[in-house]
């Protein structure tokens, strides 16, 4: 069992002439679609007449597939999608329950349009208007990443409200600029209304086809069961291996991850702006309380110094003006200069070192007796 697994079938496209590389991918064997429940379809009594061209046989009340037929027109609609790949991009549908998280996994890993919510009326056949609106959807993304400048709390809500009911319906169409070369769709009967724009706008149709559904609404039907989990994966799988190798689902996946970056480094940018106000607004509150209670501050590097009160500044004031006059009452004999020096100044009718305040250098050297020496001792002893 495990080497018939292994065993693959390789498709290759038709090489145009125009064409330097060609897109290939790869066809499982009939036992992988049997142990994946591929070949299960509806009951009996359900069944759309269309599909008896695909039905192998009736077991248990229960119509069963051809896998054969199922096979080759797999491999027929896998060669238009990998044609497609490098011209356009592609858009998966599956709103089922069943399907609804392998498709967003996948289309987000190989850069595919992904609708898995439900189908937005109007996507294709009013294209600017939804495309306005997920333009919109970005924007507000922004807005809200960069701190909601601009806007009041009571806005702020409304707007990430809005954003969530919109990223419900527009999350896998972001950057959708032009409509997708192909459709792909997992349950024709549940996606109907997306059958019936494509048709419309002329989008190609790929679409797994159970027993209930009509054959004639895609333009590449692929019987299968379109219910079963393990179906279901198989089937996306093989439709990701061939969007994967076109250069626009590589763009695709790069422009939402620098989206995403973008939003993430938005994001920072407003936490580390917010984090400076607050800490300036507490910074102003300390600032206002010392005010309030008769302190002047002194703001230096985001630290609030706090003075004391003026009438301590008063008595500061005083006790140095008080000390200051001290030391000038002192007398000539206090400041330790020699004999004859002392005696030069006394003589001059300089007592105290009040006297000698104020006095410059060349008012000192007119002093008889004093020379430079004496000057620069004198000037020394008073400083």
Partial sequence: MEKTKKVLSKVETPKAKTEKKSFTTEIPELLVFLQAGAHFGHKHSAWNPKMKKYIYEVRNGIHIIDIVKSRKLLSNALKALCDATDKGN??????????????????SEVGAFYITKRWPGGLFTNFEAIKNSVQTLVKMEEKLASGG????????????????????????????????????????????????EAKIAGVQVIGLIDTNCDPDLVDYPIPANDDSIKSINLFVNLFANAIKQG??????????????????SMKMRSAQE??????????????????????????????VRVLKREKNLDEEFAAAEAVKAEVNSKKIEDLGLSVRIEKA??????????????????????IKGVGERAVEEILKAIK
Avoid: C, W
Wanted: net charge neutral; proline share 1%; charged share 35%.
């Fill in 90 to 107: 592609v858009l998966i549908v599956g709103t089922k329950g069943q399907a609804a998280g392998i498709i967003e996994k996948m289309a």
């Fill in 149 to 196: 400048e601009g806007l009041v709390k009571k806005e702020v809500l409304l707007m990430e409200k809005n954003v969530e009911r919109l990223n419900k319906i527009y999350e896998g169409i972001k950057f959708m600029d032009e409509l997708p070369r192909f459709l792909i769709v997992i349950d024709s009967m549940v996606e109907k209304n997306a059958i019936n």
């Fill in 247 to 264: 250069k626009k689902s590589e763009s695709l996946v790069a422009l939402r991850k620098n989206h995403n970056a973008n939003l993430e």
């Fill in 274 to 303: 917010k984090e400076r106000q607050e800490k300036m607004e507490e910074d102003e509150r300390l600032r206002m309380k010392a005010m309030r209670e008769g302190k002047a501050t002194v703001a230096t590097t985001g630290v």
């Fill in 345 to 366: 100044l006394l003589e001059s009718g300089l007592t105290t070192v009040d006297d000698l305040a104020g006095k410059s250098k060349e008012d000192l050297l007119t």
